[in-house]
């Protein structure tokens, strides 16, 4: 599908009013670039906020306000376009009068850009970035429209992360299948994966032999991606994704648990964890910046963990640890 897409020009003030002039007019889907909104972001009113910001999002911080709309290059999405510029004309023309209400706010420059689009431009673009790559010496993550030659001993998965958080590449992920590798032992050990994601860790662990898995996940969306991901990989025997809150609700017990999230949630989270272990009890955690280290390390420890061993990789670190009451079995 072709698209134009239609870009306004404004100021803050002019979001709102444009925004509510355009939806009057019939003309829906509107996308705001608000710079405000990201300065309240980076202004960190909660601790939850953000974990980490990517420079590319401050940058965002000192752009232009403005509105975009994609039209369809369709009969109707022509028409739609034509009534949006002339809403937009309206205003100026309105503006111009000294008297009128909008001649005494600031909409900016209200200038419009036009350029057009296919969605297959962006929907499939950043597969060409995504390729067969080791998180771990043993263990491959493939793109499902790639091919790869298993070498040796590797263990291979095959994912098609959808809409899911997920491709395997990430530092965190592989921290997790580092400690995954040294604490799984036994085919007997069931692993818990909190907040699984496209399933990767939880396709992991059964690649490592283990014969139950169970991946927990909030996002509808997220669930059936790793459903699909674990059934392209042959292992909805060992692994059941559910739809769930953290633990909320779950009734099992594990003798790993997994938990590639973020520093709060990480923290947040262990508190529950200690009634989802038995046997050994490991609690494997990630998703956590190196300078929240110490701060999350002595959370897991007040909740009753010692730590085993932190691995690093550049800005990033995971955390194994193991529940006190479990240190001698």
Request: charged letters at 30%; aromatic letters at 6%; glycine letters at 6%.
């Amino acid at each position: 599908m072709k698209y134009t897409i239609w870009k306004l020009y404004t100021q803050r003030q002019g979001l709102e009013i444009c925004t509510n002039a355009l939806m009057a007019d019939g003309i829906s889907g509107i996308i705001i670039d608000d710079p405000e909104d990201v300065a309240d972001l980076l202004n960190k009113k909660n601790e939850y906020d953000w974990d980490y910001v990517d420079d590319s999002v401050r940058q965002m911080a000192q752009k232009e306000p403005a509105l975009t709309v994609y039209f369809e290059q369709t009969e109707q999405g022509r028409a739609d376009l034509r009534r949006a510029m002339d809403c937009i004309e309206a205003i100026k023309e309105e503006r111009r009068d000294p008297d009128s209400a909008w001649a005494k706010m600031d909409l900016g420059r209200l200038e419009m850009e036009i350029s057009t689009a296919d969605d297959g431009d962006w929907k499939d673009k950043w597969k060409e970035y995504f390729k067969p790559a080791h998180i771990t010496e043993r263990i491959v993550v493939k793109p499902s429209w790639e091919e790869y030659q298993r070498q040796g001993e590797e263990l291979v998965m095959e994912i098609d992360p959808g809409m899911a958080f997920g491709t395997g590449t990430h530092p965190t992920t592989a921290l997790c299948v580092k400690l995954l590798e040294k604490y799984i032992e036994s085919p007997d050990d069931v692993v818990l994966d909190v907040g699984c994601g496209s399933g990767i860790l939880s396709m992991a662990s059964a690649l490592l032999g283990v014969e139950r898995t169970v991946g927990v996940e909030i996002d509808p969306v997220a669930v059936e991606v790793a459903r699909e991901n674990v059934a392209r990989n042959h292992l909805s025997d060992r692994i059941e994704v559910r739809e769930g809150d953290l633990t909320r609700g779950l009734n099992m017990k594990a003798d790993i648990v997994v938990a590639n999230l973020m520093a709060d949630l990480v923290m947040a989270l262990s508190k529950d964890v200690r009634k989802h272990l038995q046997g050994k009890g490991i609690y494997i955690s990630s998703g956590i910046l190196i300078e929240k280290q110490s701060q999350v390390s002595q959370v897991i420890q007040d909740c009753g963990f010692a730590i085993l061993e932190i691995l690093e990789e550049g800005e990033w670190c995971a955390i194994a640890a193991r529940r006190k009451d479990a240190e001698n079995r």
